[in-house]
């Protein structure tokens, strides 16, 4: 099972630039002027406006609807909030987090870096709560982590780069199944027609077989970027990553949907969730805030009062974004202190090998020549 990346780093570093060639071995006058970073790139284009209205719009809805809160009501609800609703919202949490993390192994499985699994999963782990609660610059804390324990900005790029789809790929099946067999809907109050809704639904799940048919026939061509070779991953893998994502999406849903007044569907939980994502994915703002809010109380508001929805919320946000976020500083503070000390002992020659100096799965360690005397290491002094 190997995919994405070739399995031969070495290939690809040969294929890259020599240290003859790059613009440091150049005398100081041939040398090219520093690129110096602009922000005027970023006001271009239609984007950046199409964020700064979606984000006012946003604001307008989450004003309208935090007017008509009654806040005394959703203290109350957060204060009284069961018990087993908490421990059950803990439990489905590990377990979506348990989830995301395995997506890091099976990118682990499929490039054959050599990280051992405890790590790539602390990693995982830290990765994904930074990602939830600080926004893009959690992804920071994913690429810093892998860059420090020895993988090359390649490789680390390639397991972000299949995190991220295996994300949506499962988001891609689970919904286009659940609106092909029209299994989740809008509310009722929208009068809104279900045909295509039902056409956008075939239209996802036609998007998900493409990529596994050509995971399946286009697996041996690469796409050659920098001289680093892409490649899909085996057929076995695409199934893997629509798998293991959607069920992470149900897990999701669940966890609301326990903390959410017992009266409302677990379908239109997740239709909410669903929804809040794709919104998210437009306006990608820090722990999704005001956002998520803003969809939550627009699509229950058939079914829910908005003090029980933000009620609801408010827990959520506690158990599954402040809590591990917490647990993942800690986390973050031993894998910094491991790689740095696997570093300094890796200069100074005691015999401690860098954490990433492991056998990749299936590799073999070389045989002693007969009379060749066996290896020894340095004590430190």
Known sequence: M?????RCPMETLASMPSRENTPDALPDDLRPAPRVA???????????????GLVGLGALLLFTHLRSVDWA??????????????????LLSAASYAVYCSFDLLARR????????????????????????????????????YAHHGLPMHLNAALWLFNVATN?????????????????????????????LQAVGFALLGAVAFYLVACRVARNRALVVRGVHFRLPPVAVA??????????????????HALMPGHVPYETVLLALMASALALAVVDVPAGLGVMETVFVGMLAPVAAPHDVLGALVAYRAIYFV?????????????????????????????????TAR?????????????EPPPTSRRPP
């Open 2 to 6: 190997r995919g994405v990346l070739s």
């Open 239 to 256: 199934l893997l990553q629509c798998v293991l994502s959607a069920v992470n999406w149900l897990l999701l849903g669940a966890v609301v």
């Open 168 to 196: 949506w790929i499962g988001f891609a099946a689970l919904a286009g199944a659940a609106l092909a067999t029209r299994w989740i809907a809008l509310p009722a109050a929208w009068n809104a027609p279900g045909a295509p």
């Open 323 to 355: 809590g591990p976020l917490l647990l993942a500083a800690g986390v973050y503070a031993a894998l910094e202190w491991d790689a740095l000390a696997a570093r300094r002992g890796a200069r100074r020659g005691d015999g401690r090998a860098p954490v």
């Open 38 to 52: 602009s922000w005027r790139g970023y006001a271009r284009g239609p984007r950046p406006a199409l964020t700064l």
């Open 73 to 90: 009501a959703m203290r109350d609800v957060v204060a009284h909030m069961p018990r087993a609703s908490l421990f059950m919202a803990g």
């Open 359 to 371: 056998p990749a799965p299936g590799a073999r360690s070389r045989r002693r020549a007969p009379g």
């Open 110 to 145: 499929t490039t054959g870096h050599p990280i051992d699994r405890t790590r790539v999963l602390a990693i995982g782990f830290v990765g994904h709560a930074c990602a939830l609660s600080l926004g893009p610059a959690g992804a920071g804390v994913r690429l810093r982590l």
